[in-house]
C-alpha cells in the first residue's frame, strides 16, 4: 500500500489531518508566498474549515516552522548518516552531494519553502532552525577538512567550501521542476562529479 504524499513526506507527523495541513502549506506558500498566505487558503485547500486549522497548528507560523525544522532535521539526518558510515573523504563528499541534491530535487516544492521562507519564521523558532542548518554546515565541513587532512581536496578555507557546496544543493529547489529532464538521481551524481572537481579531487576518487 503507497502513502499519500503527505505521509511520504512526513512520516513522523500525527494524525492524517495535520499532515494534510502541512502539505497544503507548502503548496500555498510555493504558489503565493508566506505573507499572502492566509491561514484560509490553506485550511481551504486541505479540505477542512479555518476553525480546524488551529486543532493542529495554533498559527500560519507554526505551520511553517513544522514544515522548515522537519526539512532541516531531514537533512541533518541524510549527511549525518553519510559521515558517520564513510570513512574515505571522497566518497563521502559524493554520497553526502548526490543524496543532498537529490532530496531537494525530488521534494523541490517542500525544499523551496524550506530554504526560501527562512525570513519569515519568529526569533525564537529562526534559531532553532538556524542550529540546524549549522549543524549540516558543521558536518559537511568536518569530511571536507578530513580530505584535506588527507590529501584528497586541495581547499585553503574549508568553511567557505563548505557553503559552496551545500549551496548548490540548496540552488536546486529554486529552479527544478517535475518537469526537468534528468531525474534527481542523475543529478546528484552529476553534482557530486563536479563538487569532487571543484576540491581538487579527481571525479574517480569518490
Known amino acids: 500500500m503507497s502513502l499519500s504524499p503527505a505521509a511520504e513526506l512526513w512520516p513522523d507527523v500525527h494524525p492524517d489531518a495535520a499532515r494534510r495541513l502541512m502539505l497544503a502549506a507548502v503548496e500555498s506558500f510555493a504558489r503565493r508566498g508566506y505573507h499572502a ?17 488551529y486543532v493542529h497548528f ?22 549525518a548518516d553519510v559521515a558517520a558510515t564513510e570513512k574515505h573523504p571522497p566518497r563521502a563528499v559524493r554520497r553526502v552531494v548526490e543524496e543532498f541534491v537529490a532530496w531537494h530535487a525530488r521534494r523541490h516544492t517542500v525544499a523551496r519553502v524550506v530554504q526560501y521562507e ?43 567550501a563548505a557553503r559552496a557546496v551545500l549551496s548548490l544543493g540548496v540552488d536546486v529547489a529554486r529552479w527544478y521542476t517535475d ?22 579531487a579527481e571525479p574517480t576518487a569518490g
Open 37 to 53: 498566505t492566509t491561514t484560509r487558503d490553506i485550511a481551504s485547500a486541505a479540505g477542512m474549515s479555518p476553525a480546524a486549522l
Open 118 to 160: 527562512l525570513a519569515a519564521l519568529p526569533e525564537r523558532e529562526y534559531e532553532i532552525v538556524a542550529d540546524l542548518r549549522r549543524r549540516i554546515e558543521r558536518t559537511v565541513r568536518d569530511v571536507i577538512a578530513a580530505g584535506v587532512d588527507s590529501g584528497h581536496f586541495a581547499v585553503r578555507d574549508v568553511r567557505t
Open 58 to 79: 495554533p498559527s500560519k507560523a507554526a505551520l511553517l516552522f513544522a514544515i522548515s525544522r522537519s526539512g532541516h532535521e531531514q537533512s541533518l539526518a541524510l549527511v
Open 179 to 200: 518537469r526537468s529532464r534528468t531525474s534527481p538521481t542523475e543529478l546528484g551524481r552529476a553534482y557530486g562529479e563536479l563538487v569532487l572537481r571543484m576540491l581538487g
